[in-house]
């Protein structure tokens, strides 16, 4: 039996937690960047393509949270070794919040705050 058994495995299923977590985001950042691109493709074909431009907004978007979704794994990885270390250690580590918990929530309210701002954009033209 592998000592501390149950504290690892919960360590590896936060860890595939946060992958999946990075994979959907990176999905998501892809899914922005083909839709602008059908967009902009039916744009071409309509008579009427002003409304129907490729925006600089959703390609950036699409890139910055495919970015996000790898920092987000590099995070993760080097957090699951971190822990794996703490686990397998024999001396008393007290709980504290990790510095990348914070930085993986600003991460997440970066991304929305900045994915509201484009749709804000989108719905309301007339917004600066």
Same mark, same amino acid.
């Given at each position: 039996?592998?000592?501390?058994?149950?504290?690892?495995?919960?360590?590896?299923?936060?860890?595939?937690?946060?992958?999946?977590?990075?994979?959907?985001?990176?999905?998501?950042?892809?899914?922005?960047?083909?839709?602008?691109?059908?967009?902009?493709?039916?744009?071409?074909?309509?008579?009427?393509?002003?409304?129907?431009?490729?925006?600089?907004?959703?390609?950036?978007?699409?890139?910055?949270?495919?970015?996000?979704?790898?920092?987000?794994?590099?995070?993760?990885?080097?957090?699951?070794?971190?822990?794996?270390?703490?686990?397998?250690?024999?001396?008393?580590?007290?709980?504290?919040?990790?510095?990348?918990?914070?930085?993986?929530?600003?991460?997440?309210?970066?991304?929305?705050?900045? *994915?509201?701002?484009? *749709?804000?954009?989108?719905?309301?033209?007339? *917004?600066?």
């Amino acid at each position: 039996m592998i000592k501390r058994y149950s504290d690892h495995s919960a360590n590896e299923r936060t860890y595939l937690a946060w992958i999946r977590t990075s994979i959907s985001i990176m999905i998501f950042g892809l899914l922005i960047e083909k839709l602008d691109l059908f967009i902009s493709y039916i744009g071409e074909n309509m008579s009427d393509a002003s409304h129907l431009q490729p925006s600089l907004y959703a390609q950036l978007i699409g890139l910055g949270l495919f970015l996000v979704g790898i920092v987000i794994i590099v995070i993760a990885t080097i957090r699951f070794f971190v822990q794996e270390k703490a686990i397998e250690s024999d001396e008393s580590i007290p709980y504290r919040i990790m510095k990348t918990n914070i930085l993986f929530s600003g991460l997440m309210i970066l991304s929305a705050a900045f *994915l509201f701002i484009l *749709l804000a954009h989108k719905i309301f033209p007339s *917004l600066p």
